[in-house]
């Protein structure tokens, strides 16, 4: 299978050395880098919808915004006039939509041009700009550009880093992204409670500045584990002496496109969760405790890491027991899987409201709502990315795992589309939405499974996945 163009190449790679729970030490060194990127994205992500719809938006103050009217005017000639939670749904939904766009490019100029770990680097700087930026409500355009422009370097060559770590029939590459993405959820499970506290309870830019310092801790870690990265290819080497496509493997790019846009299905109902979600929160959920305290809306979000970090050893577990008996479902089956389980999470949402009527909904319905997502995140995300990684040809490696983040770029921007039902429609009418929308992505899996695997060449010895 092809895999990325320095895995191939023992001189390119690092030993894979047995130094860090089975796995090379570059892998733990990328791990806490994302960590705590991941740390600063989602600490601004939790405060974003709410700061907007609560504060920035409002009259007296969006009037400081640089630019702001002109951005609000061009989102309305495309998407007709919006309130202001659907206003700040569709901004939240187009920058998370972007954030995950501009890895491609990324990708290209870390293959190609400046090198992956530059990239890196200059990525996380831009980020850290960003957030610190965002302190200031004139800045809020700029800063939201800064973000973007970080992430699309960022993006793909830090998760291109994790393959290049390992030669091209090493049997523990989902492993490696299964830890790659416990480290998103560990950074994503502590940022709501720093930054989201900080920004709900002392001031929104409280949280904000919090996100910018885990940006440059998250810069001292990946310069500290330096040595132990893949090492880039001399420039000459990128320009000269590259991977050609080969053919057939154009072929393979349309069809990793269209697998990526089912996943988009996935990330349309997952990134409701950081966007219309937490509105219902505030305004349909019983989040009263004794003491007369009352729990965060972004605590919520927390939750919603935690409980990936709590199933991650449990389902790699189960993945092993099922690999032993030769019944583990295939990558595929696992992704169709993972959507199924977000279709039951999002319709026990419409159920809580339903039978809360006009009054509030119980907290066990959002808990549990947050269980089943943390499933299906583990069946979907780290095992749609390593297939990527494997199956993508090498000239285009990481251009590809960059592309990885399409599906996530389309998912944004139609959750943000959707967030406009919200209103209209009512909370059980649009989370059955959603089930609808995640029930879609498996059965397109499904019908298209066999096609799958004869171009991406799926067939063949499992992966290990611990």
Known sequence: MNTIAEASSPAAAPAASAEFFGHPRGLAYIAFTEAWERFSFYGMQALLVLYMSGYLLQPGVVEQVAGFAGLRAAIEAVFGTLSTQALAAQIFGLYIGLVYFVPIFGGLLGDHVMGRRRAVLLGAAAMAIGHFLMAFETAFLPALAALIVGSGLLKGNLAAQVGALYSKDDRRRDSAYTAYCTAINVGAFIAPLVCGTLGEFYGWHYGFGAAGIGMLIGI???????????????????????????????????????????????????????????????????????????????????????????????????????????????????????????????????????????????????????????????????????????????????????????????????????????????????????????????????????????????????????
């Not at 993972?338 to 319905?365: E, K, M, N, Y």
């Not at 947050?370 to 251009?399: E, G, K, Q, T």
């Not at 389309?410 to 919200?422: C, D, E, H, P, T």
Request: hydrophobic share 55%; proline share 7%; glycine share 8%.
């Open 220 to 466: 001292v870690i990946y310069l500290a584990g330096a040595k132990h990265l893949p090492a880039d290819r001399p420039r000459d080497a990128r320009v000269h002496d590259r991977p050609r496509m080969q053919p057939g493997d154009l072929r393979k790019v349309l069809v990793i496109l269209l697998l990526l846009a089912i996943t988009a299905l996935f990330w349309t109902v997952q990134t409701q969760v950081w966007n219309t979600y937490p509105v219902w929160l505030r305004d349909q959920v019983d989040r009263s405790l004794p003491f007369d305290l009352t729990l965060p809306v972004t605590w919520f979000q927390a939750l919603d890491s935690l409980t990936v970090l709590l199933f991650a050893p449990l389902v790699m577990f189960l993945w092993r027991r099922q690999a032993q008996r030769g019944a583990e479902p295939s990558d595929l089956g696992k992704i169709a899987l993972g959507c199924g389980f977000f279709a039951i999470a999002c319709l026990l949402l419409s159920v809580g409201q339903w039978l809360a009527g006009a009054g509030r909904v119980p907290v066990g319905w959002p808990i549990l709502f947050h269980f089943i997502c943390a499933a299906s995140y583990l069946y979907v995300a780290p095992i749609a990315l390593a297939l990527v990684s494997r199956a993508a040809p090498p000239a285009v490696n990481a251009m590809m795992v960059g592309s990885y983040y399409l599906g996530l770029f389309v998912g944004g921007i139609a959750s943000g589309w959707l967030a406009r039902f919200y209103e209209p429609l009512g909370p059980v009418m649009f989370w059955m939405l959603h089930v609808l929308v995640a029930v879609a992505g498996s059965l397109s899996i499904l019908v298209l499974r066999r096609m799958f695997v004869r171009v991406l060449e799926l067939e063949g010895p499992r992966t290990a996945t611990a």
